[in-house]
């Protein structure tokens, strides 16, 4: 498609819900990374795929959140057993390549899902 | 781990005033810079970028300049026109992008 497409624009969960959220990166793009945005802050890195493999992921809070990308192209972030402090932004970005050459590192986010947790 | 920060937090300027961001990185093997601006119910967007073999970069009212014996790079609008207002990230673009923790561009009219 012509940009990175994520669903649910909108998440409201209970405590202790399991919630999926997805991401559609620019046809062809080779890297996948998922973001979490608190309000007020910057985003912070907690994974990333090349094509389906998942290289690191580093960033993830705790055994509760996982993420996928079984055919190199749409990902899922899922999160277990919701907690309040779950509550944010989570933005994913593609790029076309793998971060070893010029231009290779220019992500293309998309809007986010913004999940609150009650 | 690498680190970015970022400064100011919060910047007002009038319409028709330059506004500078500052950013200062930790991992001295970095070597490719972003700036994004981020609107209200969207994601970051990329507006311009600087490699560490070229000390300055201009694209019509936005510049970035870059100092990698101090590990400070910084971003510059000059003319600033109300739709400039947003927040602002730098970034360290390495492997996984480490973004500061942003910059909120008011521009008043």
């Known amino acids: 498609g012509a940009g990175v497409s994520q669903s649910p624009r909108y998440k409201v969960a209970k405590r202790g819900q399991d919630v999926a959220l997805r991401c559609d990166p620019i046809s062809g793009h080779v890297s996948l990374f998922w973001y979490q945005q608190a309000l007020g802050q910057g985003p912070e890195f907690l994974t990333y795929f090349q094509n389906e493999a998942q290289l690191d992921k580093s960033g993830l809070p705790s055994d509760r959140f996982f993420a996928e990308r079984p055919e190199g192209s749409v990902s899922t972030l899922k999160i277990q057993r919701t907690q309040q402090e779950d509550s944010a932004v989570y933005l994913c970005?593609?790029?076309?390549?793998?971060?070893?050459?010029?231009?290779?590192?220019?992500?293309?986010f998309g809007a986010g899902s913004r999940l609150t947790v009650l | 781990g690498e680190n970015v920060e970022q400064h100011p937090s919060t910047l007002s300027v009038q319409e028709g005033d330059s506004a500078v961001i500052k950013c200062t990185y930790s991992?001295?093997?970095?070597?490719?810079f972003p700036w994004y601006k981020q609107e209200l119910g969207k994601g970051p967007q990329l507006i311009i970028d600087i490699r560490s073999n070229v000390g300055e970069k201009k694209d019509q009212r936005i510049a970035v300049t870059l100092n990698k014996t101090a590990k400070h790079f910084s971003l510059h609008i000059t003319e600033t026109q109300p739709e400039d207002s947003a927040v602002y990230f730098c970034?360290?673009?390495?492997?996984?992008?480490?973004f500061g923790a942003g910059t909120r561009l008011f521009v008043k009219a």
């Open positions: 970034a360290d673009g390495g492997f996984k992008t480490i």
């Open positions: 991992d001295s093997a970095s070597n490719y």
């Open positions: 970005a593609s790029s076309l390549g793998t971060g070893s050459y010029f231009g290779a590192n220019v992500l293309t």
